[in-house]
Each structure stands twice: as structure tokens, then as C-alpha cells.
């Protein structure tokens, strides 16, 4: 008898592993308070059914040069916090402070935090596969997980908005805002064996939206809905009747492939000399429409 409870036990445990692997797990690490398109793409990651998110982490930008936020990993980790509350998923969903500002330049360089710690300790839990992890604004997060834990390089997928890329010419560039928040961990990653890929931002730009239509479908439906709304009014240049949701393009081509289109491309030299796979080409209008629905349908 006691053997068969056993056996019953064990098959109980691996048919909650199997449903628990059928789920992509997924940590979103966003630069969330420098922009508007991190917040929708945010809420579109963390009301996807088919992503189990293991985190949601905030990443430094420093100051920019249109947008004086002395911590802007602070406040990224707060507005992160909104959007979880917003949606109805405290306590389910785990937020995570950041570095607070770039790489160091000497030493070991890493900046280490609770954000990059929690990646390390999500991908070294996993039994089998690897940690997707999406990261929305500057790499220092994923770039010191990376340093500290090399180890852990086979058992991590990073996807990155970032760089711009000529295709015809094969040429990487770096002066993005993304990149140059601290291009010391872009090179980290692109000199690592983690798997990549990376939609640029010449690619990202088909993301591009209007806000008349994004408020006629969404305006009063929900919370949430209303705040990214809000978001896009209350911004440093909120008065834009279209926006590139750039961050938001990147997310909706990993949950639907079939509106994005990619290419595996060997990198130069000095961007690490491996094989990296981009983004060539995204359907926006489709990306926005299945957005506003699967939201609609959420909030419902």
C-alpha cells in the first residue's frame, strides 16, 4: 500500500513538472521609467498565458539627456510594482531592484543586485531548457549575471531590444539609447556563449502606433488600461499622436513568431564573432490589435 501511494505521489509530482514545463519561463527586465512602450510591453509579457514570469526587474538608465530622473532604476522598480498591483498579480509576480547605474569600469565590473541575483537563481533551478530572459532597456542586469555566474551562460536566452543593424551591409551599430546606457555590458554579452537575439532598432520602428485608435479601444476598460494611457499623456513628450512602442514589438515577435521574421547572422570581430540571431522584419498593425484584444479579454 505504502509503495503505491508512493508511485501515485511520484507520477502526481511529474505531471505538475510536465504542466509547469509546458510554460516558458520568463524574467522581464525593463528600463520601465524611461519611456512609454516599456508599460505596454510589460503588460503584455505578464498576461501572456503561455509564459510562466519569474520576475519582473528594474534596469538603470542613468540620466538621460531629455529626462532628468537622478534614480532611474528606483523609479522603474516602483512603476514595476504598479503594473503587477494594476493587474491583479501581487503575490504572484516577484519585482527585483536593479543596478543602479552601469558596469564598473575596473575590477570585476559586475553590479551586482537582487535583479541580477534572482536570474542566477532562477536558471540555475531549472531541471532542464533554459531561462528566457527579455531585456527591454540597458544589459547591466544580464551582463553581471554573466560575470558573476559564467556558469550559468548555457542556461540562459536573452532577447534584447537594442543596436541598429544595415543588413544589406552586415553591420552592427552601437550609438542606440539602449546600448550606450552602458555599452560595457553589451560587449559582456556579445563576448559570452549565451544565445541571443536581438531586434534592432530600425526593425523595432515598424511598432509604430496612433493614439486615437490605442484610446478609442482601450479608454475606461480597465485600470491598467488607463494608466498606459496616462502614461502616454503624461510623458516628457506626451503630446505625440503616434509613438513607437518599441519595447512592445520585441514581445509580441517572441510570443508570436508568425509576425516576425529572423535571420541568423555571424557577428563581426569585435561584436563577439558568433552567431546571433535578429529580427529582420515585424507585422506592428497585427503586434497592436492582438495586444488591445488579449488585454480586452484579461480585464474582462
Known amino acids: 500500500m505504502l509503495r503505491r501511494f508512493s508511485f501515485l505521489l511520484f507520477l502526481s509530482l511529474l505531471c505538475t513538472c510536465v504542466r509547469a514545463q509546458e510554460k516558458w519561463p520568463v524574467i522581464i527586465d525593463a528600463d520601465t521609467a524611461n519611456e512609454v512602450d ?3 510591453a510589460i503588460v503584455c509579457g505578464l498576461i501572456e498565458p503561455s509564459w510562466e514570469v519569474k520576475g519582473l ?7 538621460s539627456h531629455w529626462r532628468n530622473i537622478p534614480n532611474s532604476m528606483e523609479e522603474g522598480h516602483r512603476l514595476n510594482q504598479m503594473l503587477v498591483g494594476y493587474l491583479g498579480l501581487n503575490g504572484k509576480i516577484t519585482t527585483r531592484r ?3 547605474a552601469r558596469l564598473f569600469d575596473w575590477g570585476h565590473k559586475a553590479q551586482t543586485s537582487p535583479a541580477s ?3 542566477a537563481t532562477e536558471a540555475e533551478s531549472l531541471l532542464a531548457g533554459k531561462l528566457n530572459v527579455v531585456a527591454l532597456g540597458a544589459l547591466t542586469n544580464v551582463a553581471t549575471v554573466l560575470l558573476d555566474h559564467p556558469e550559468l551562460a548555457t542556461k540562459l536566452r536573452i532577447f ?9 551591409r552586415q553591420l552592427m551599430r552601437n550609438v542606440d539609447f539602449n546600448s550606450m546606457m552602458d555599452i560595457q555590458a553589451l560587449d559582456v554579452v556579445l563576448n559570452s556563449p549565451v544565445e541571443l537575439s536581438i531586434i534592432p532598432n530600425n526593425v523595432a520602428r ?8 490605442t484610446h478609442q479601444r482601450l479608454a475606461g476598460t480597465s485600470r491598467v488600461a488607463d494608466l498606459l494611457l496616462r502614461r502616454w499623456e503624461e510623458h516628457a513628450d506626451g503630446s505625440r499622436d503616434q509613438r513607437v512602442l518599441w519595447d512592445l514589438g520585441l514581445i509580441q515577435a517572441i510570443i508570436h513568431p508568425k509576425w516576425a521574421t529572423t535571420e541568423e547572422i555571424k557577428t563581426s570581430p569585435e561584436k563577439g564573432n558568433r552567431v546571433i540571431t535578429f529580427y529582420t522584419d515585424i507585422d506592428g498593425a497585427a503586434m497592436m490589435r492582438d495586444f488591445c484584444d488579449d488585454l480586452l479579454d484579461y480585464t474582462r
Open 117 to 119: 541575483e534572482l536570474i
Open 57 to 63: 526587474t528594474a534596469a538603470q538608465w542613468q540620466i
Open 206 to 213: 515598424k511598432m509604430e502606433v496612433d493614439f486615437a485608435e
Open 38 to 40: 516599456d508599460l505596454y
Open 98 to 100: 536593479g543596478a543602479v
Open 160 to 168: 534584447w531590444l537594442g543596436s541598429s543593424f544595415d543588413f544589406e
